[in-house]
């Protein structure tokens, strides 16, 4: 096995271990209902105004990063954005979800790109070959019928 191959292999793993320990460590501290709901927000809206008042570069930056973090590990944004435009208002709020958010999906897609590429290409790419030339023949009408199917997201 070349060189290459088991830096990737570690690192996939490493990132396996990573996402594991996040998930346990997320759904043993927490419920769903505490991830995705305003409410806990809410009761901890005291707390986070002093937080915000004394420490907002501090605030900001632990922020920033966390959100990069979660995307890479979830893939996904939506507490995030609730918390972030709850806490840093609606145009502080906006621009560090949505700086975040894309940075963290930037990293999600080289780790996949550069880790899963040749791994999907190999395993799948046979399998869904009929598919990949229909999209090749017809790109805009295949993307809307899958995009509006909610295949795709």
Not at 30 to 51: A, G, P, T, Y
Not at 90 to 96: N, P, Q, R, V, Y
């Amino acid at each position: 096995m070349d060189k290459v191959k088991k830096i990737k292999i570690i690192m996939g793993v490493i990132y396996l271990v990573i996402l594991c320990t996040f998930l346990y460590f997320l759904f043993h501290n927490f419920k769903f209902e505490d991830i995705s709901s305003i409410k806990v927000i809410h009761s901890n809206q005291d707390q986070l105004n002093i937080l915000k008042n004394n420490n907002l570069i501090l605030l900001i930056s632990i922020f920033f990063l966390l959100t990069i973090l979660w995307v890479i590990l979830l893939g996904f944004g939506s507490p995030v954005a609730l918390i972030g435009g709850f806490i840093f208002g609606k145009w502080i709020g906006t621009l560090l979800v949505t700086t975040a958010l894309s940075i963290g999906a930037l990293c999600l897609y080289i780790f996949a790109e550069y880790f899963l590429y040749n791994f999907l290409k190999e395993n799948f790419f046979l399998k869904f070959k009929k598919l990949n030339l229909m999209f090749q023949k017809k790109q805009i009408l295949v993307m809307i019928i899958l995009r509006c199917a909610g295949v795709v997201p």
